[in-house]
Each structure stands twice: as structure tokens, then as C-alpha cells.
């Protein structure tokens, strides 16, 4: 996709394949923000309000590890976040529950159609992991050029990988976190936030510009570690395959083959971090 496609007004749908009847076009945000029913309160808030939260979640977690334990550590509670991150995503869907009502419509129009059907959808997530996950490998020599001089980037043992966890807490990790965390993120800055903030600055460029921005970003606080080198370490590697995915989904304008992309990637950070 070139720089002028990207630049141009948005005054139609993203995509051939959307409708009149798709409650989440363009078109039919175009009707809402003329309407009043849309402005941009709403993407901003959950733009930002995701990372915001994900440090909040993080905090509860070292209070909560400090009740028991006495022990006050911001640390030792990155180790946690495959479980306090539903409390991120619960939020998340208060806030776009909240949203989408004052629009006129439900979570579920964020979504999209779902196509099974010769196993299209399981196809096109194939498709779109393939595009998108080799980009973390430029994005993080690139990352660890900048912030180590080229040097090996500190996994930060039992934080970032090979994280001891009771089984309880791995249990949940599989059977619930994952369940949530891949599709509310996905409906936060893909469903969400790109469309309306394409439709309110009428330029695709600055929507994918700012989703991609703070979509790597929100990377960076899940764990929070304070180190201001894997800040920037973790930011870059994530940023190249953020802006793939933001410009695969202007194309596909579903999320159902987005969200079983999205579990493929979280599993495989799971298995890389958790020790099992």
C-alpha cells in the first residue's frame, strides 16, 4: 500500500468487501460523527486507557503480592501478567461497551462477519501470521542495535522468561487469559480505535501513525520492568509488525481471522516465557 493511497480523504469504506449494512464502516462512522454520536473521546481514551490500565493491573498485583507476603517489590509482580491482564481487558470492554452504545451499537459490530466456510478464516489468519510475526525479527535486532550496541538484550530470568508460576496460575493463563486478552486487544486498536480515528482525521496515514505507536507501546507494560533500555528495546521490536497488522486489517476489515492470528502469537510468547 503506497504513501498516496494512505494520505488520501477517507470518504468511502476502507474495503470493498464492507456494506451499508456494516454498522462499523466508515461510512456509516462518517453518519455517527456527523450525528454527534461519535467523536474523539472515546478512541483516545481506549488508545491510551489500555496502557494505562496494564500499569494499574501491575499495581494492584504489587499490593496484592505485598498483603500476602510483605514484600514490596514492582518487579516481582511482572512475572503475573498473563493473570492480572484480564483485568486490563475487562476494562477495556466496559469502555467500548460504553462507546459503542452511545454510537448505537453493540461489541459484537466490532467484529465482523465470521466466514468458516472451505475454512476461510483459518487461511487468512494464516496469512496474515505469516506477514506479520517475521517482522519481530528485524524489529528486534534493529531494537537491540539502538539500546545494547548490538550486544544480547537481558531476558530478565523468572520476569520476561522462564517465569515459575503456581499451577493454578497456568491454568488460568491457557483457559482464560488467552481466551480474552488476543480479541479485546484486537477489537481495542483494530476494531475500535483505527477506524474511528481514520474517520475523525479523514487521513489513514495518521490513524495507522498513532494505532501502530501506542499498540507498541502498550508492549512495553506488559510487565512493566523498569529499565529504560528494554523500554526502548521492547518498543522497537514491536513497532514494524504493529504497522503490518494495522495495514493488513484496513485491507481485511474483519477481526475474526485477526483474533485466531493473534492466539497462534500469544501461545507461542507464552511457551517462550512460561516455565512449564
Known amino acids: 500500500m503506497g504513501t498516496q493511497t494512505l494520505d488520501r480523504p477517507v470518504q468511502s469504506d476502507l474495503s470493498a468487501s464492507s456494506s451499508a449494512a456494516d454498522l462499523n464502516s466508515i461510512s456509516r462512522l462518517t453518519e455517527r460523527a456527523r450525528a454527534g454520536t461519535l467523536g474523539w473521546t472515546g478512541p483516545l481514551l481506549l488508545l491510551v486507557g489500555r496502557s494505562v490500565l496494564i500499569i494499574a493491573a501491575q499495581a494492584v498485583t504489587v499490593a496484592a503480592i505485598w498483603l500476602h507476603s510483605g514484600t514490596w517489590s514492582w518487579n516481582a509482580a511482572a512475572k503475573w501478567w498473563?493473570?492480572?491482564?484480564?483485568?486490563?481487558?475487562?476494562?477495556?470492554?466496559?469502555?467500548?461497551?460504553?462507546?459503542?452504545?452511545?454510537?448505537?451499537?453493540?461489541?459484537?459490530?466490532?467484529?465482523?462477519?465470521?466466514?468458516?466456510?472451505?475454512?476461510?478464516?483459518?487461511?487468512?489468519?494464516?496469512?496474515?501470521?505469516?506477514?506479520?510475526?517475521?517482522?519481530?525479527i528485524p524489529g528486534a535486532r534493529v531494537a537491540t542495535w539502538l539500546s545494547y550496541g548490538g550486544g544480547q538484550p537481558p531476558l530478565f530470568p523468572g520476569l520476561l522468561v522462564a517465569r515459575v508460576?503456581?499451577?493454578?496460575?497456568?491454568?488460568?493463563?491457557?483457559?482464560?487469559?488467552?481466551?480474552?486478552?488476543?480479541?479485546?486487544?484486537?477489537?481495542?486498536?483494530?476494531?475500535?480505535?483505527?477506524?474511528?480515528?481514520?474517520?475523525?482525521?479523514?487521513?489513514?496515514?495518521?490513524?495507522?501513525?498513532?494505532?501502530?505507536?501506542?499498540?507498541?507501546?502498550?508492549?512495553?507494560?506488559?510487565?512493566?520492568?523498569?529499565?529504560?533500555?528494554?523500554?526502548?528495546?521492547?518498543?522497537?521490536?514491536?513497532?514494524?509488525s504493529m504497522v503490518v497488522m494495522t495495514l493488513l486489517y484496513l485491507k481485511v476489515r474483519r477481526l475474526p481471522p485477526f483474533f485466531l492470528a493473534h492466539w497462534s502469537m500469544d501461545i507461542i510468547a507464552i511457551f517462550m516465557t512460561l516455565k512449564v
Not at 85 to 102: F, N
Not at 112 to 131: E, H, M, N, Q
Not at 178 to 202: D, H
Open 165 to 240: 508460576l503456581p499451577r493454578w496460575a497456568v491454568v488460568y493463563t491457557f483457559a482464560v487469559w488467552l481466551l480474552i486478552w488476543s480479541p479485546t486487544e484486537e477489537m481495542t486498536y483494530q476494531g475500535y480505535v483505527l477506524p474511528r480515528l481514520a474517520t475523525l482525521s479523514r487521513r489513514r496515514w495518521i490513524a495507522v501513525t498513532i494505532v501502530s505507536f501506542w499498540w507498541a507501546l502498550q508492549h512495553v507494560f506488559l510487565p512493566f520492568v523498569l529499565d529504560w533500555k528494554y523500554v526502548v528495546w521492547r518498543f522497537v521490536a514491536f513497532l514494524p
Open 82 to 136: 498473563t493473570v492480572y491482564g484480564t483485568l486490563v481487558d475487562v476494562g477495556c470492554l466496559a469502555l467500548m461497551a460504553a462507546y459503542t452504545r452511545k454510537e448505537g451499537i453493540r461489541l459484537r459490530d466490532l467484529i465482523g462477519r465470521v466466514r468458516l466456510r472451505w475454512g476461510r478464516d483459518l487461511w487468512l489468519a494464516a496469512v496474515i501470521f505469516c506477514l506479520t510475526f517475521p517482522f519481530f
